[in-house]
């Protein structure tokens, strides 16, 4: 069935994308005195912000008032894929975001976490803890399950946070937002994710298709640009290099509700924008696996083999005429 279906999906994503960062690799070798590529080796380490927007469709951010989402998709590359095959439940994947793998070695098939291997597939703050101490991880969301998650195996974060309820689903995302924009202005921390649950919530109560979805995306994007200014400010004044990656779980179908398998249900996103992402660029083969191995190769930490995901390739600039082309 799906399963079958979605190996072969993410094998072909996977072998593209290996191919064009392989291109991207040796062209930053070829050029690295000439141009600053933004990668990890080349810049030292760069530091990450995972935004996860439950629930949230890329075709609705695009057609709602959200010009802060609106800015990043033109300042970075964006790419829509499908989870055909795999749970569109949130366990799963912000399990397969945190984790760099799908649920068939993850072990989340539901909300229950029942299952959860995340001693042979650890997230990201574990893998990143365990590598190097000093490093700084948190996670700050508004949903609890991601506290589950973030808080598995050993090491953990340094910081697993649940937002308080603050009367509802948009004010509690503005309190788990602007913590987060605190923590990364007072403490850079090198790896920090984030989870905002009111589009979700908006799917849930009235669908896709009522004015409420697309509300709920207006305002859930003044909080993306509450933590992008964060970000801003913490880079300009530290000269540190940041890259933000925005992202989600599942879709709804138009009626609401998801956990089947229609095209809405399993469509995911994944925005990446900071040194090297061209400006504007979409590319498809992203996967919500590739977020993971992303933050890892950030900071110069090796990838396992046992990883699903590739880090999300780097478009390289337009190169100015006369420059000679990459051979590959
Ligand atoms: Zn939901």
């Given amino acids: 069935m799906g399963v079958t279906n979605h190996k072969r999906i993410t094998a072909t994503s996977t072998t593209l994308a290996a191919a064009v960062a392989a291109c991207a690799l040796v062209s930053g070798a070829a050029s690295a005195s000439a141009l600053d590529l933004g990668s990890s080796t080349a810049a030292g380490p760069t530091k990450t912000v995972v935004i996860g927007l439950d629930g949230t469709m890329l075709d609705f951010v695009k057609s709602a008032d959200a010009p802060r989402l609106h800015q990043l998709i033109a300042e970075g590359v964006s790419g ?13 994947s912000w399990s397969t975001i945190l984790t760099g793998v799908w649920n068939d070695k993850h072990g989340v098939q539901d909300n229950s976490f029942n299952g959860a291997n995340y001693d042979e597939y650890p997230t990201a703050f574990t893998r990143i803890e365990a590598a190097n101490p000093a490093l700084g ?29 603050a009367g509802g689903l948009a004010a509690t995302d503005t309190a788990t937002a602007t913590a987060v924009a605190d923590q990364i202005v007072s403490a850079g921390p090198d790896f920090i994710f984030t989870q905002l649950d009111q589009v979700d919530g908006a799917g849930h109560s009235g669908g896709t298709t009522a004015a409420a979805y697309a509300e709920s995306i207006a305002r859930v994007d003044a909080e993306v640009g509450r933590i992008v200014d964060a970000v801003d400010k913490r880079a300009k004044d530290s000269g540190e290099s940041w890259t933000i990656l925005v ?6 179908k138009p009626s609401g509700g998801h956990g089947g398998q229609s095209v809405a249900e399993t469509t995911t996103f994944v925005i990446a924008r900071g040194a090297g992402y061209a400006g504007g660029t979409t590319d498809n083969s992203y996967t919500i696996a590739d977020i993971t191995p992303t933050v890892l190769d950030n900071l110069g930490i ?19 005429s006369g420059f000679p082309s990459f051979g590959s």
């Fill in 137 to 165: 991880t948190q996670s700050i969301s508004t949903w609890n399950g991601i506290a589950t998650i973030a808080g598995s195996g050993t090491p953990t974060a340094d910081v697993v946070t649940t937002t308080a309820g």
């Fill in 302 to 320: 090796a990838l396992p083999e046992n990883l699903d995901g590739v880090p999300l390739a780097k478009t390289a600039p337009t190169q100015p």
């Fill in 80 to 92: 829509q894929s499908s989870i055909a095959g795999h749970p569109t439940i949130s366990g799963p």
């Fill in 247 to 252: 992202t989600s779980d599942h879709g709804h």
